[in-house]
């Protein structure tokens, strides 16, 4: 990876690119305009705060981990405080799109900052990216200029009021559009949840659970290529339950079946399953069966 710079503010961004930030905590720009006051090339950035792009130009590439990925016309990503991003532009490369840059400082003691963390796309990668329609570019836009509206004309006593408002109405649709593009893409979302419950009935049978301890969700996110996030966001809308629910359900069958072995303890049983300490295993299970796996193997 090349050498990671940091941009603690949003002036620091915006400096990159020979502009003045119309905030010192949110600025809202035109990439159209900026110049690089950089080397072309590749280079990487830790945002410290957070960027959102709708990038309307498909010849920026940016990479993530060990991912690129091609911007497609009127796509919308999602970088969060501490995200690294490496970026490579080509010598005649000209940016299309806008930005919106916001420091987490801005939303202290706002609605906003108490629920900012529920908007789990900002930890996607950047190939889960939202893909708009044209009609959604153009109400996301209207959010952008309503914000630099406020940011361009005299700072008074309702000036932040009305900035985070407007960036949480722009969330707001965000997680709409996020809700819109699971639901047309139910094809590949089937295979998703199709697989996990597969690979999870795998895990726990062929031995892995004993050997890497509980299922855990970054794992079958890892096995398709999602973050945690995404995955997660994806096995909700699609099933109605969280990844974690599925996995205890799951866990909590198979620990049925093998209590009815009488020739098992319900310690042996725990660490089957992938439980460091039977004592959780127990907890668990009473809480989603109501009784404790000694009471349960007695009733049967």
Do not use: W
């Amino acid at each position: 990876m090349s050498k990671v710079i940091n941009l603690e503010t949003v002036n620091d961004y915006c400096n990159r690119f020979n502009q003045s930030s119309q905030h010192p905590l949110v600025s809202v720009m035109n990439l159209h305009d900026l110049v690089r006051n950089s080397q072309h090339g590749i280079e990487a950035l830790r945002f410290n705060f957070y960027g959102i792009f709708l990038k309307q130009n498909p010849d920026c590439i940016l990479k993530y981990g060990r991912k690129y990925y091609d911007f497609q016309e009127g796509t919308l990503v999602f970088i969060g405080p501490g995200q690294i991003v490496q970026i490579e532009n080509s010598d005649d490369y000209i940016p299309s799109g806008h930005a919106l840059l916001f420091h987490p400082d801005l939303l202290l003691k706002t609605n906003l900052g108490q629920f900012i963390s529920k908007y789990s796309f900002f930890s996607y990668e950047l190939s889960e990216a939202l893909h708009l329609s044209q009609r959604e570019r153009q109400i996301i836009i209207d959010c952008l200029e309503k914000i630099r509206f406020e940011l361009e004309r005299d700072i008074d006593k309702h000036s932040k009021e009305l900035i985070v408002s407007n960036i949480e109405l722009f969330l707001r649709y965000c997680s709409r559009f996020y809700d819109r593009q699971f639901i047309t893409r139910d094809a590949v979302n089937d295979g998703v949840v199709y697989q996990f419950k597969k690979s999870l009935h795998n895990y726990i049978h062929s031995g892995k659970a004993r050997e890497l301890g509980c299922p855990f969700v970054g794992y079958f996110a890892r096995e398709q290529d999602l973050s945690p996030n995404y995955f997660g966001d994806l096995i909700k809308k699609e099933t109605g339950k969280s990844a974690l629910e599925i996995i205890q359900a799951k866990l909590i069958e198979v620990a049925k079946e093998r209590i009815f072995d009488s020739s098992k303890t319900v310690s042996e049983i725990a660490y089957e399953l992938g439980f460091k300490h039977p004592q959780h295993f127990s907890r668990l299970f009473k809480n989603k069966v109501g009784y404790s796996p000694n009471e349960y193997r007695m009733m049967n």
